[in-house]
Each structure stands twice: as C-alpha cells, then as structure tokens.
C-alpha cells in the first residue's frame, strides 16, 4: 500500500491546481476523481440519458468503461478507451457531474477504480468524499475551501484565460447549486472528515496553498 493524501472540497477551491503541483514536487501520482464523474456524464450527454433516468443510468453502469492512463505524468481519462480529457472541463459537463453523481451505481463503480488506483502507488487524489468514504484510512486528509466568491472568480479566470465566454454572476450562482447538492445528497456527500486539516485559501496564492499544505504532511 502506497502513502495516500487525500484532499476534498466543494468546486474551485483550487483542489486540482494544488494537488497536481504537489504531486509533482513530491514525486506521488495525482489522481483526478472529479475527471471520473465527468466522463461518466459526458457519456449520459453524448447518448441522451437525461440526469433523472435512473433505469438508463444503471444500465450505462454496467457497460461503459472508464480508465485511466498516465502521460509523462498528466492524468488522461479514457470513455470507452477514448482520451476525453479535452471535452469534459466546462461547465455543462460539470453540472451533469454533479447531477449524476448521487446515484449509488455511480459512485460504487468509480471509487472501485478509485480504490485501486490508491494501493498501486503514493496517490494524491482529489474529490468529494476521499476522505470520508475512498480512503478512510489516508495518511493525510485535507479540506481545502474558500469563499464561493473567490471560487466564482477562479473558475472565471480560468474560462477567459482559455477563451471561453462566460459570466461571474452566473458562475457563482452555479457553484453555491453544486455545493449544495453536493453537500446534501444522500450518498457520500461532501463533508469534513473528523481528522482531516481544514485549509481555507480564500487569501493565499498557489504557492502559499502549496506551502501550507507541505507543512501539514510534514507534520503527519
Ligand atoms: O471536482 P469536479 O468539479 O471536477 O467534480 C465534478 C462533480 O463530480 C462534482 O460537482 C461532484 C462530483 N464528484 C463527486 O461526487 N465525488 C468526487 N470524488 C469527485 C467529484
């Protein structure tokens, strides 16, 4: 069994920024389980299940694969054994991620993966449940938040930054929904692990974020 670190907290609270930098400068495989729940909702989209159909939803379950792959250390998500990484980050694709996500068959599938992945290899893995549910027994466990303004205009950032239109009111009024969902859905919803180190990064940069978080897995 690999060192594992786990990091939760709700949308843009830099949890991938954060996780992949660290895993760099630590030598760990970051693991992107947010990607997973996207490619799964990239395929009810692409085939017209709508976020309410259970039935077709169980069915999608049981046939669609979803792997990943490591790229000189980039983390691909592959549908179907096809790379999706470039269609699965806006925010449409995000919503149905969340929407879809509450569904036990759902989640049951991708922490399998997800716990698979953690005993191969010292993992950074970010989500929402990672250290409730995924890996109860992290040797690090980290919720990383900040104030839905400030996470509103992070993601704005980096929508402009890659020449996607968009609107901060909009974007904000979006995260406080899916915090909210995915705070009080029935299944592992986004909580606090009891011994998890909170980290509110509302007024730190990346690199102060980094450095804190340095300093807590230094300590553990
Ligand atoms: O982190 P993200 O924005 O890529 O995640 C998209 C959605 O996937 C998120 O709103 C809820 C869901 N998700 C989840 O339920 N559990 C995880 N471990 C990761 C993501």
């Given at each position: 069994?690999?060192?594992n670190i786990a990091i939760d907290g709700p949308a843009g609270a830099g949890k991938s920024t954060i996780a992949k930098k660290l895993a760099k400068d630590l030598g760990y495989i970051y693991v992107d389980t947010g990607a997973m729940y996207r490619a799964m909702a990239y395929y009810?989209?692409?085939n017209h299940i709508a976020a309410d159909d259970t039935e077709k939803i169980a069915k999608a379950c049981e046939t669609v694969d979803i792997s990943i792959e490591y790229v000189n250390g980039e983390q691909s998500v592959l549908l179907n054994g096809e790379n999706v990484n470039g269609v699965i980050r806006n925010e449409e694709v995000g919503n149905m991620a969340s929407a879809t996500s509450v569904y036990p068959v759902v989640r049951e599938k991708l922490v399998d993966l997800q716990q698979r992945l953690a005993q191969k290899?010292?993992?950074i893995m970010d989500g929402r449940d990672i250290g409730t549910v995924v890996l109860p027994n992290a040797d690090v466990?980290?919720?990383l938040?900040?104030?839905s303004a400030v996470r509103a205009k992070r993601r704005y950032d980096e929508l402009v930054a890659k020449g996607?239109?968009?609107d901060l009111d909009a974007i904000e009024k979006d995260i406080i929904d899916r915090d909210y969902r995915d705070m009080h859905r029935e299944t592992s919803p986004l909580r606090q692990a009891e011994d998890a180190v909170l980290l509110d990064t509302s007024n730190l940069d990346i690199d102060g974020v980094v450095d804190a978080m340095k300093?807590?897995?230094?300590?553990?």
């Open positions: 069994m690999g060192m009810f989209m692409q290899a010292d993992v466990k980290i919720y938040t900040a104030s996607q239109e968009c300093e807590i897995i230094r300590r553990a």
